[in-house]
């Protein structure tokens, strides 16, 4: 049974947060000349909301990344009340986004042929295809490098955050320069250097791709012509089955290669790619930090793999297996105070289906090792550069937790321990509410994330666990879109 351990916030404090009190200003005291203006602005009201917000992410929440849209053309900012409806907004708005009160930068892409509407015009979920939060460029205090030690910072706290687009460099007891292997040749993992507990390190996430934020798919990837659980198990690589947005069916059946390369090809334009396990593990930090949830995220037990759902807090999920069903005597839906529970920020701007639904793949394997993925050396990292995978240590185990990748959510949430399920046979599990714990292998060289909508317990946005199988009726995964600067 989990344990739920009271957070707390260990050395270096970050600044007080000040509630900052706006005057209204007379029209005739404002003085603006759009020629000269760096913003992409049009009007006083635009100027204004800009100020605004830059005045309050510099000052509470330390230089918080601008939401990067790309060229536009796609990527639409939008608002999403608590009761689900999604209005467009201006990108300069003040209200699209707050970090510091947890309310998250979402943008959606409208299905083809739908015209762009207005500022402020609400837009019916019929004509969404894809929906994304904002992960803006963060620096992160370590706390366990070494996954096998005991000890107060091994045990779950609040993971301490500073917003900032400067990667760090090593300066010893205060930052380290982020370990990043150029060539990828041995991978990334365990390639630890010189940083230390109670050290600052820049989230590699952001440094692969060169940028100061990334776009995550709201909810896992589902299959856009499905209307049952049966025909979303489909076998391809086609973008065009892409669809993330809520109470949709989750894509499963299909190999890492056809995932992998539908996210590839999904949007060029905006370097979409299949999720990375160092992005998951981004994510997932985020969200045990002040400026989300700061807990463990709901479970999505809906058994038909719908996405954006959330367990009743009445249906025991303390258990393995879970209790799953498909009604409202089970789980709601995104859009509701339970759904809510699911969410990473505990409101409805935050990222959903990371604990439960299905088994996410991520991309990131054992060097060189392509069992079961239908990939091959050809038509893998001869191909696709090294930013879009991570890669780890051959001749890894299930418990070579010192393989890590800083950052990605696996070791650094050790110590693990290895007992006996209700099942009776002997699993490995982790320190973070005894989520599922399991390295990658020479075998089983692909990690899987979150767990899936029947593994209760065990499933959380900590879980990880490693794979094999080319087609698998509980898998799917998860789309990032990472626009250049």
């Known amino acids: 049974m989990k344990k739920v351990i009271l957070a707390f916030i260990l050395g270096l404090s970050l600044s007080t947060i000040s509630v900052v009190a706006l005057s209204l200003c007379n029209a005739k005291d404002i003085e603006f000349n759009a020629s000269d203006a760096t913003w992409d ?16 992410t510099s000052d509470s929440c330390n230089n918080v990344a601008e939401p990067n849209l790309g060229d536009e053309t796609k990527l639409i900012p939008v608002i999403i009340s608590d009761d689900g409806t999604i209005t467009k907004v201006s990108k300069n708005n003040s209200d699209w986004y707050n970090y510091c009160e ?67 460099i090593d300066k010893e007891g205060e930052s380290c320069k982020t370990p990043m292997n150029e060539d990828n040749s041995q991978g990334l993992s365990g390639d630890i250097k010189n940083c230390s ?39 391809s690589n086609s ?35 299949m999720m990375k396990n160092t992005e998951w593990g981004a994510v997932a930090y985020l969200s045990h930090s002040k400026y989300e949830i700061n807990r463990e995220v709901n479970v999505n037990n809906n058994s038909s ?23 409202n005597a089970y789980n709601q839906q995104w859009d509701t105070n339970v759904g809510y ?23 990131g394997y054992v060097v060189g090792n392509y069992s079961h993925s239908g990939f091959s050396k050809l038509t893998f990292d001869e191909i696709y550069t090294e930013k879009y995978y991570d890669s780890y240590k051959s001749g890894s185990s299930d418990t070579s937790y ?29 320190n973070w509410y005894g989520d599922h ?38 898998s799917g995964s998860r789309l990032v879109l990472a626009p250049k600067n």
């Open 41 to 56: 602005i049009d009007t006083v009201s635009d100027a204004l909301n800009d100020l605004y917000r830059n005045k309050n």
């Open 102 to 168: 947890k309310k998250w930068a979402n943008a959606v892409i409208l299905n083809d042929g739908v015209p762009v509407p207005s500022d402020n015009q609400e837009i019916d979920m019929k004509n969404i295809e894809s929906m994304f939060v904002w992960v803006p460029k963060y620096k992160y205090k370590l706390w366990n490098v070494n996954p096998n030690s005991e000890g107060s910072l091994a045990k779950v706290h609040t993971i301490e955050i500073i917003f900032d687009t400067t990667d760090t």
């Open 197 to 235: 507990n109670g050290e600052y390190m820049t989230h590699p996430a952001f440094i692969s791709f060169g940028v100061d934020g990334f776009w995550v798919g709201k909810f896992e990837t589902g299959h856009k012509t499905a209307t049952s659980t049966a025909q979303a198990q489909t076998n």
């Open 239 to 273: 973008s065009d089955l892409i669809v993330i947005k809520p109470s949709v069916f989750s894509w499963r059946y299909n190999t890492i290669k056809n995932m992998f390369e539908a996210a590839y090809n999904y949007e060029r334009d905006l370097d979409s790619h």
């Open 305 to 327: 793999y719908k996405t954006g759902y959330s367990a009743l807090p009445s249906t025991n999920q303390q258990t393995f297996p879970g209790i799953m069903g498909d009604d």
């Open 341 to 363: 529970l699911a969410s990473t920020t505990g409101n409805i701007s935050g990222v959903y289906d990371m604990s439960g639904g299905v088994s996410e793949y991520v991309a």
């Open 402 to 430: 010192q393989n890590m990748i800083l950052g990605d959510a696996t070791g650094e949430i050790g110590p693990f321990q290895n007992f006996i399920t209700g099942k009776t046979d002997s699993n490995y599990f982790n």
């Open 437 to 474: 714990a399991y390295f990658v292998n020479s075998t089983y060289s692909w990690f899987g994330r979150g767990g899936c909508n029947v593994h209760g317990v065990v499933a959380g946005q900590f879980n990880f666990g490693n794979r094999r199988v080319i087609n698998d009726d509980k």
